[in-house]
C-alpha cells in the first residue's frame, strides 16, 4: 500500500513538472506575441493598447519578460510626456543601483539614461538632440551599448539610436542590425531601410542583401535594390530584385523599381524596360518608355514620337521635359509636351519648356507652339519674348499668314516690338504698313521698334508716321533723325508734304536741324525738303542748300587739296557721305586737323571709320607717333588705331607682325582680336613668326616708355597662338624656343605649354623630357598636364618637385591630379628632404595639407620636421597639424616651438599643447571608467 501511494505521488510529480514546463513555454510565447502586438499598436497611434499589452507581460510573464516589459512601459510613457508616470513605474519595477563602495545611495548610470532618452521622443526634440550629441562624443565607446539596447526600444529610440550607428563601418553594428532585421519587424525594417543610402558600403550592403531575401515591403525592397545597384558583385542579386518588382502586380513595385533603373544600360535593364513599355498602367508605361529612349542615345526623333505615340496626355505633361538635357533639339517632341501640359493646365512647366529647348532648331514648330500658349497666364511672357528673340536671331523669318496672331501675341507678352519686328524680312515694309494701319494703338510701338531700335529702312512706315503724329515735337526728331538713305520716290514725296506743312512748326520746335540734316544725308534730295524750311526763316537751312553739293567737295578734296577749311569740312563731311575709298582722306585729315577727343566731330568721324573700314590696315599707321603732325588730334588718332586694332582678321597677320614695332602699346588689343580667328591653316605663317622673333633681341618688350605698355612677350602669345592650330609643325617651333636659354621665363612656360598641348604620341617621353628641365617655367608646365598623374610618370614627378622645391611657389594643384598613394607619398618625400629648409613656403604648406587630410598620428614626424622651416606661417601650419594628432609623440617637438621667434607661434604651440593634454586626461578617465564594463 505504501508502495502504491509513492508511485501515484511520482507519476503526479512528473505530471506537474511537465504541466509546468509547459505554462512556462506558452508563457514565454505569450510574452512574445504581446511584446509585437504592443510595438504595432504605438506605430499605429494606439498608446493605451500599447500600454495594456505591456502591463499584462508584467502581471503574468516570468521575470526577465517582466522587466523588459517595464522598461518598454517606461519608454512609452516617457514617450507620450508623461515623465511622472514613467518614474513612479521605474521605481516600482526594479531597485535602484547602489553604490560599490558600500553607502548604499544610488549609482547614476549616465549612458543608459541618455539612451533612455533617445526612447522618449522624435529627434527634433532638444532632450533627444542633446542625448545625441553627447553620445556621439562618446563617438565608438558607446557602440556596444547602443547594439545592446536595440531590441528593448521603441520606434522613436530606435531611429535615434540608428542616427548614431547607421554611419559607422563596424561589423559589430552590422551584425546587431542584422539580428534585428531578420525578425522582419515592419517597424524595423522601415527604420532600417529609410537610412540605407547614408551608410557606409560595409553596412548597408548586407543589409540590403539581407533585405533582398526577407518579405518586406516595396519601398524597403526598392531601398535594398538602390544599394544593391552600386555593387558589381551583387549583381545577380539586383537583377532578381529587379525583375520580381517589375513583375509584380502591385503599380507601386513596378514605379519603384523604373528610377533606379534609369540610366543603366545593362542588358537585362534593357529587357525589363521593354516589358515594362507595354505595361498596363499609364505611369509605369510612360517612365519605362523614357528610361528606354534615354538608353538608346542614337535613337532618332520619328523613332522617339512613334514610341510616345500612346503616352498619356498627363504623364507626356510630367516627361518630356527630361528629355531637354540630352535631347535639347527634339522640338517636334517638345511640341507634344508643351501641348499636353497646356491641355493639362499646368502652365508652370511651359516656362521650362520654352527656357530648356532649342526652338531654333526648328522654328515652324516652334512658331506654332508659341501661339498655342495660354493667354492667361502672365508668368510666361518674358520666357515667350526670349524664344521669340531667339528665333530671329538665328535667322527664321515669319510667314505672312502668321503676321496677325503672332501681332497679337506680341502685344500680349510685351510692349516691346522689337521682338515681332525682327521675325520680319528686310523687305517686309508692306506687312509692317498694313499691321500699323490696322492697329493705332499699336502704332508708337511698332515704329520705334522697327526704325529706331532694328533700324529697317522702311521709309515709307516713317513718313506716314510723322504725317499721322501732326507734326507734334515728341517723336519726330527721333523719325527725321534715321537713315533715310535709300529712300524711295514715293517715300521723299510723302516727306516733303510734311515738310510743307510743318516748316514752320519745325523752326518754333528747334527740330529743324534734323530735317536739314536728313536733306543733307540723302544722295538725290528733292529741293521741296528743304526750301520751306527756308521760307520758314532757316538760316541754317540757306547755308545747307547752298553747300548742298558735299560729293563735289569730297571729290576735290580727294583730288589732293589741302587747305585747312577744306580738311575741317571734311571731317564734317565724311560721316555722312564718306565711303570706303575716303580712307585716304579720312586719315589726312586726323594727322593735320586739330580735334578735340571728346568733341562731336571727333566721335562722329570715329565711328564712321570703325563702321566704314573695319579693321583696315591702313589706318595702323596712325600709331607711329611720326605721323601725327597735329598733336591736338593725338588722342584721337590713338583710339581710332585702337578700335581698328580690335578689328584686325588673322588673314592679315603677316602685314600685322610687320608692324609690330609700332603697335606695342596697342599688344593687348591686338592679340585679344586674333585670339578667336585662330585656325589651322594659319599654323606656317604662326611658325614662320615664332622662329623670327626667337632671333630678335627681346630688349624692345621691356624697354618702353609709354603709359599704354604692352608688358607680356610677342613671342608668349605667338607660342599660345600656334598650340591653338594643333600643328605638328607648331610642336617643333615651341621645341626650337625651348633649347634657346636666354628667353625669359613667361616665354620659355609658354613653349612648354604648346609642346604638352600638341604633343599626342610619345607624351609620356616629352612630360618626362619637361620634367627633368631645371627650369622652373617648364616644370610647372608638365606639372599642369591632365595626364601627370600617371604611375608611369610618379617617379619623376617627384624628382622634379625636389630637385625645384626651392622655387615652385605651390604644388596643389599636381596634389589634386595625383591618386591618395601617390599624393601622400609625395608630401612624406618633401617633408622628409635634407634640403627642407630651403624648400618654398607653398610646397611644404601643400605637403602638410595632404598628410593632415590623412588623419593618423603616423605623420608626427614628418609634421615636426616642417618645424624647422624659416617661413613663420609654414611652421604655424606644422604646430597646428600636430596638435591634431593628440599624440604624446607630439608633445616634444611642440615644447621646442614655445621657444620659436614669432609670438603667435608660441601662443599656438601652448594651445595644442593644452589640446593634447585635454585629450589624454579624457582618454584615461574614460579607459579607468569603462575598464570593468
Not at 78 to 94: C, E, I, K, S
Amino acid at each position: 500500500m505504501t508502495t502504491t501511494r509513492i508511485v501515484v505521488a511520482a507519476l503526479a510529480a512528473l505530471s506537474c513538472s511537465a504541466i509546468s514546463a509547459q505554462a512556462e513555454a506558452e508563457a514565454a510565447t505569450s510574452a512574445v506575441e504581446r511584446f509585437a502586438a504592443a510595438r504595432l499598436a504605438e506605430s499605429e497611434g494606439r498608446p493605451e493598447a500599447a500600454a495594456s499589452e505591456l502591463r499584462a507581460v508584467m502581471a503574468h510573464g516570468r521575470e526577465p519578460q517582466a522587466k523588459r516589459a517595464s522598461q518598454l512601459l517606461t519608454a512609452l510613457l516617457a514617450r507620450q510626456g508623461r515623465a511622472n508616470a514613467a518614474a513612479t513605474n521605474t521605481a516600482a519595477a526594479r531597485p535602484a543601483p547602489q553604490d560599490p563602495s558600500g553607502g548604499g545611495s544610488p549609482r547614476p548610470d549616465p549612458i543608459q539614461r541618455l539612451i533612455l532618452t533617445l526612447d522618449s521622443g522624435a529627434s527634433s526634440s532638444p532632450e533627444v538632440k542633446s542625448a545625441v550629441a553627447q553620445l556621439r562624443e562618446l563617438d565608438a565607446l558607446v557602440v556596444p551599448d547602443l547594439i545592446a539596447a536595440l531590441p528593448t526600444l521603441g520606434p522613436f529610440g530606435l531611429n535615434n539610436v540608428l542616427v548614431l550607428l547607421s554611419r559607422r563601418s563596424d561589423p559589430r553594428v552590422a551584425d546587431a542590425l542584422g539580428q534585428l532585421l531578420a525578425k522582419a519587424d515592419p517597424a524595423v525594417v522601415s527604420a532600417i531601410h529609410k537610412r540605407l543610402e547614408g551608410m557606409p558600403r560595409s553596412l548597408a550592403v548586407p543589409l540590403a542583401r539581407q533585405l533582398a531575401t526577407l518579405d518586406v515591403d516595396v519601398r524597403a525592397r526598392a531601398s535594398a535594390l538602390e544599394v544593391l545597384l552600386g555593387e558589381e558583385r551583387e549583381a545577380s542579386l539586383a537583377r532578381r530584385v529587379a525583375t520580381e518588382l517589375a513583375q509584380d502586380k502591385s503599380i507601386a513595385a513596378r514605379s519603384a523599381v523604373l528610377p533606379l533603373l534609369d540610366g543603366k544600360n545593362q542588358e537585362w535593364v534593357r529587357q525589363i524596360l521593354d516589358r515594362l513599355r507595354r505595361d498596363e498602367s499609364p505611369s509605369v508605361r510612360a517612365r519605362a518608355t523614357f528610361a528606354w529612349i534615354g538608353l538608346h542615345p542614337d535613337m532618332t526623333e520619328d523613332e522617339a514620337l512613334s514610341l510616345l505615340a500612346d503616352i498619356d496626355e498627363r504623364e507626356l505633361a510630367r516627361r518630356v521635359l527630361w528629355l531637354s538635357v540630352k535631347r535639347p533639339r527634339w522640338i517636334r517632341v517638345a511640341a507634344i509636351g508643351a501641348r499636353a501640359t497646356i491641355a493639362i493646365g499646368n502652365y508652370r512647366d511651359l516656362d521650362d519648356y520654352l527656357d530648356d529647348f532649342e526652338w531654333v532648331a526648328q522654328p515652324a514648330v516652334a512658331a506654332e507652339v508659341l501661339l498655342a500658349m495660354p493667354r492667361n497666364y502672365d508668368g510666361l511672357s518674358s520666357h515667350i519674348a526670349v524664344t521669340i528673340k531667339l528665333l530671329a536671331r538665328a535667322g527664321w523669318v515669319l510667314p505672312a499668314e502668321m503676321d496677325r496672331p503672332f501681332c497679337d501675341l506680341s502685344e500680349r507678352v510685351s510692349s516691346n516690338w522689337n521682338y515681332f519686328v525682327q521675325l520680319l524680312p528686310d523687305d517686309g515694309e508692306e506687312r509692317a504698313l498694313a499691321l500699323w494701319r490696322e492697329r493705332p494703338r499699336a502704332r508708337a510701338g511698332l515704329v520705334e521698334a522697327a526704325l529706331l531700335y532694328e533700324r529697317r529702312p522702311w521709309h515709307r512706315l516713317a513718313a506716314e508716321s510723322l504725317i499721322a503724329n501732326g507734326g507734334q515735337r515728341n517723336g519726330v526728331t527721333n523719325l527725321l533723325n534715321i537713315d533715310w538713305s535709300g529712300a524711295s520716290s514715293e517715300a521723299l514725296e510723302l516727306l516733303a508734304k510734311f515738310t510743307e506743312k510743318h516748316a514752320a512748326d519745325a523752326v518754333r520746335g528747334n527740330y529743324s536741324g534734323a530735317m536739314w540734316q536728313l536733306y543733307s544725308s540723302l544722295s538725290s534730295p528733292p529741293p521741296a525738303l528743304i526750301l520751306p524750311l527756308i521760307e520758314a526763316g532757316d538760316q541754317r537751312a540757306w547755308i545747307e542748300f547752298v553747300g548742298r553739293d558735299p560729293r563735289g567737295a569730297l571729290d576735290w578734296m580727294r583730288a589732293g587739296n589741302s587747305i585747312e577749311d577744306g580738311l575741317e569740312r571734311c571731317v564734317d563731311v565724311l560721316p555722312r557721305h564718306g565711303a570706303a575709298e575716303d580712307l585716304p582722306l579720312a586719315l589726312r585729315a586726323l594727322t593735320t586737323v586739330s580735334l578735340e577727343h571728346n568733341s562731336r566731330r571727333a566721335q562722329q568721324l570715329r565711328v564712321w571709320l570703325t563702321r566704314t573700314c573695319p579693321g583696315d590696315l591702313r589706318i595702323l599707321a596712325l600709331a607711329d607717333p611720326a605721323n601725327r603732325k597735329e598733336p591736338d588730334s593725338a588722342r584721337v588718332c590713338d583710339m581710332v588705331v585702337r578700335d581698328a586694332v580690335s578689328r584686325v582678321r588673322m588673314a592679315d597677320f603677316g602685314a600685322i607682325y610687320a608692324r609690330f614695332s609700332i603697335l606695342s602699346d596697342y599688344g593687348e588689343e591686338l592679340v585679344r582680336a586674333l585670339r578667336g580667328q585662330i585656325e589651322p591653316e594659319h599654323a606656317g605663317a604662326l611658325v614662320r613668326a615664332i622662329d623670327t622673333e626667337r632671333q630678335r633681341e627681346l630688349a624692345r618688350y621691356t624697354a618702353v616708355e609709354h603709359s599704354h605698355s604692352y608688358d607680356r612677350y610677342l613671342l608668349a602669345d605667338l607660342l599660345e597662338f600656334v598650340a591653338m592650330t594643333g600643328s605638328p609643325a607648331g610642336r617643333s617651333a615651341a621645341q626650337r624656343v625651348l633649347i634657346q636659354d636666354d628667353l625669359p621665363e613667361s616665354v620659355a612656360a609658354a613653349a612648354a605649354r604648346a609642346v604638352v598641348q600638341l604633343t599626342v604620341s610619345d607624351r609620356l617621353g616629352t612630360l618626362k623630357e619637361l620634367l627633368g628641365s631645371d627650369r622652373v617655367a617648364v616644370v610647372n608646365a608638365a606639372l599642369a598636364a591632365e595626364d601627370i598623374g600617371g604611375k608611369e610618370l610618379q617617379k619623376h614627378v617627384t624628382s622634379a618637385v625636389l630637385r625645384l622645391a626651392d622655387r615652385l611657389n605651390g604644388i596643389a594643384t599636381l596634389m589634386r591630379s595625383l591618386s591618395p598613394t601617390p599624393r601622400v607619398e609625395l608630401a612624406q618625400r618633401v617633408l622628409d628632404d635634407a634640403k627642407l629648409r630651403q624648400f618654398s613656403s607653398g610646397v611644404v604648406r601643400s605637403a602638410i595639407d595632404v598628410l593632415a587630410e590623412q588623419r593618423s598620428a603616423t605623420y608626427v614626424p614628418f609634421f615636426a620636421n616642417a618645424l624647422v622651416h624659416p617661413a613663420r606661417d609654414v611652421r604655424r601650419l606644422a604646430v597646428i597639424e600636430l596638435g591634431n594628432t593628440f599624440d604624446k609623440r607630439a608633445v616634444p617637438p611642440l615644447l621646442e616651438m614655445l621657444k620659436d621667434e614669432d609670438p603667435g607661434n608660441r601662443v599656438k604651440a601652448k594651445e595644442c599643447l593644452d589640446q593634447i593634454a585635454s585629450y589624454l586626461e579624457e582618454l584615461e578617465k574614460w579607459e579607468k571608467r569603462f575598464k570593468d564594463k
